[in-house]
């Protein structure tokens, strides 16, 4: 079954709203067994829209709208979806009584009772988070048509309830993706350690390079889960093989979910003394779900003041090194660790750097980072240098990477890890300035 | 001028990274004045990529790629462009040498070559982050293509130096657009009181839902900048006149930037005081260039120790009303603004909440969050109730959502608002469960 997507809004034309929900749609198909061959943006135009659908039914089976199902005027996709399929619009009295019920007894204006006015005979999507429900239809020609909401989270919810267990029922293969994700690597590096594994048909074995991490992913395609995942599994053990320990996980979500399942099964607790990262490693480590059993204190101290009154750092180190130095980002990182209340073991992170755009010195410019772990017997400290060849990564890249850094500095000591990657092969590392350095406590 | 984007992934088409070049190069267009009617997204397949690039050259002047510029086996567009194009691949000795100065002296392997192999006689657009270089080429029959590497820090930064003012001098007329933002009103309302706004032609206005927020685009066309701007500008006072204060800012980046901006202004200080939003509030207020100047000191308790111990919150008030509670938030917030060090006025926040998906119970049920605002003589509180119509929004969307509702705090505050948004008319709100109260200092 092929299927293509046809995200509609004028919003992402312009740029003002990037397409979260191709993503998501694009992974529900995938694990479907669904050949997503097409993926396109129309503005809130119903010409054009229509002109979209008109030649979506020609090439593929599937054709999946997201947006402009809300109840505003512009919101023209159930209309245009409806004349494309040739049906026609009536009232779903049951999507009726959930706008009623979502407004709590208010009355519900014409507006918003637009959203219940569904293409005959379709199947209907229960939004669970907001008022415009989905549905899917199937035209004359046997092709089908799913219409979803756009708001990412609405739209997520309903992929999981709705269009799921619609799709598993009509697809034919399955196609599972494994992806073995990895920190402190360039993809080119990882590309060239990765030759022969990447030319194979199936499996196939792809990187690509995120914002500050390489992914390799396998991908398998078979008649059912059980044989696809076979076909993945020695792919993905050769790809573990030979980058080592910079692969953090395997079909994991991130980096800090790895950390945080490390720690709590380790019964394990983290704190947290950030200045340049702002607060962002501990954002990370509470985005994970149960984070609280393993993080429960952290502080931000740009302020020298809040770093000697909050973290105990002795105003000599900072009069003497500076706020942005290896033996500041020490004493913060055995700080926070003393910040760790009741009985167990404990680590304590300190970050302290310069993440720009303004700040920078030629002695400590904008890019440098000092990044320290502390577990009560040992502090290492790694030194995040500016980017060389491209200079001038931004503010909020320099502030994703350094708390990965600390991320990664966490996991090595968790998992007993060399506290810097061993290198596959002595070849020259993407990342020359970082270095990792064990000092015994001061 | 009529263009086209066709992005380059087979990850973009599985749903394993999110489209977010196009929405970059969109805005770009945008700016530019360049009419962008298609985007698209082809998987790295050389087949379906040339006929993409061919259909795109017949009925666009202008087609911009994104991504498969890398180093690796998979990345196909120059080979598949120069082809497209008619032209031969050649090598650029300038990108060569900025590639042997990226790898500072390392040898540049054949595939890492490969990226300055360029069409002949295009013009090279400078990749100051990374290898790859962009470009673009006229063809033969008049039409241009940019190609463009995938990684969005590279890419952003080549729309800024190089793309931009190539186009600059190509585009007949601009679009200029223009955003207002509103925080605390969902779309169906706020389109509800632009009636008859949003159905003019020139210049346009459309609402919009973003995760937590609604915006409003006005677009008008003239032949230059000044003129489309003087279009907007009646549209906007008349927007900001209907929707009142939950009118944030215009052309702002985003709400914590007009909280710093705000706070910078007036010369005063914010510490922050966080239970489920877990460093979020502090990293957005950080994501701000500058804030170091108002934002100094954070901490983040979940611990009732470290709420004692770094906060002085009673523990009488975490006993009598628990760690979520109204009583427990303004504590959190008195003691937050305790910890500003040195002269000056400053404010405090404290928020406590539970953000799920576990730790929920029938009296404080996942969605429960208090958020507290103490400046030294007064404190004010609201409580985020669990949404109703649309039960279980997530942890990210609650943990989001709070952090706003603290930001939005903050402006009101800060700008003498009414501390709840004024409504404009008695008609019901979206938002039934959020309230604010004032409470004398306890």
Redesign the interface.
């Known amino acids: 079954m092929h299927a293509e997507i046809i995200s509609v809004?004028?919003?992402?034309?312009?740029?003002?709203?990037?397409?979260?929900d191709?993503?998501?749609?694009?992974?529900?198909?995938?694990a479907a067994g669904v050949d997503?061959?097409?993926?396109?943006?129309?503005?809130?135009n119903p010409e054009?829209l229509r002109a979209a659908l008109d030649q979506a039914l020609k090439r593929s089976d599937l054709v999946v709208t997201t947006g402009g199902l809300?109840?505003?005027?512009?919101d023209l996709t159930r209309e245009t979806v409806a004349r494309a399929a040739g049906l026609r619009l009536t009232l779903h009295e049951e999507s009726l009584r959930?706008l009623e019920?979502?407004?709590?007894g208010?009355p519900v204006?014409d507006?918003?009772r637009r959203q219940a006015m569904l293409p005959e005979g379709c199947t209907v999507f229960v939004?669970?988070?907001?008022?415009a429900p989905g549905c899917a239809v199937v035209t004359a020609a046997g092709r089908t048509i799913i219409m979803l909401p756009?708001?990412?989270?609405?739209l997520e919810?309903m992929l999981r309830t709705g269009v799921a267990p619609y799709l598993e029922a009509r697809s034919g293969g399955v196609?599972h993706?494994c992806?073995v994700r990895t920190f402190g690597m360039g993809?080119?590096r990882v590309?060239?350690l990765l030759a022969g594994l990447?030319?194979q048909a199936n499996p196939t074995a792809?990187?690509?390079?995120?914002?500050n991490e390489t992914?390799v992913?396998v991908?398998a395609k078979a008649a059912d889960r059980v044989e696809a995942a076979a076909l993945c599994r020695p792919v993905v053990d050769a790809i573990r093989e030979r980058l080592g320990d910079v692969v953090y996980g395997v079909d994991v979500p991130n980096l800090e979910h790895v950390v945080v399942a490390e720690l709590i099964a380790r019964r394990m607790r983290l704190t947290?003394a950030?200045s340049c990262?702002?607060?962002?490693?501990?954002?990370r480590?509470?985005?994970v779900?149960?984070?609280?059993a393993v993080?429960?204190?952290?502080?931000?101290?740009?302020?020298n003041?809040?770093k000697m009154?909050?973290l105990g750092v002795p105003e000599a180190i900072l009069a003497e090194h500076g706020a942005v130095s290896e033996a500041t980002a020490k004493a913060m990182a055995e700080g926070a660790r003393r910040?760790l209340?009741?009985p167990g073991e404990g680590l304590g992170v300190g970050i302290t750097g310069v993440a720009?755009?303004?700040?920078g010195t030629p002695e400590k410019p904008v890019g440098l980072v000092y990044i320290a772990l502390s577990d009560g017997q040992e502090t290492w400290t790694r030194v995040m240098s500016p980017?060389?060849?491209?200079?001038?990564?931004?503010?909020?890249?320099l502030?994703l990477h350094a708390s990965s850094h600390a991320l990664d500095l966490v996991r090595r000591r968790l998992l007993g890890l060399p506290m810097q990657r061993v290198r596959p092969n002595p070849a020259?590392d993407y990342a020359?300035g970082t270095e990792t350095r064990a000092t015994s406590r001061g």
């Open positions: 809004g004028t919003e992402l034309l312009l740029g003002h709203t990037v397409n979260t191709a993503a998501l749609v694009a992974r529900e198909l995938a997503l061959l097409f993926s396109s943006v129309v503005g809130d054009r809300g109840p505003t005027d512009d959930r019920h979502f407004f709590q208010r204006d507006l918003q939004n669970e988070l907001g008022t756009g708001p990412p989270s609405e919810r196609i993706s992806m993809e080119g590309a060239a990447t030319d792809a990187t690509y390079a995120t914002e992914f992913r991908t947290t950030e990262t702002g607060g962002l490693l501990a954002k480590l509470t985005d779900p149960g984070a609280s993080f429960r204190t952290g502080v931000i101290t740009y302020a003041e809040a009154r909050l910040l209340e009741g720009g755009p303004g700040g980017p060389s060849g491209g200079a001038g990564r931004d503010r909020a890249w502030r020259p020359p």
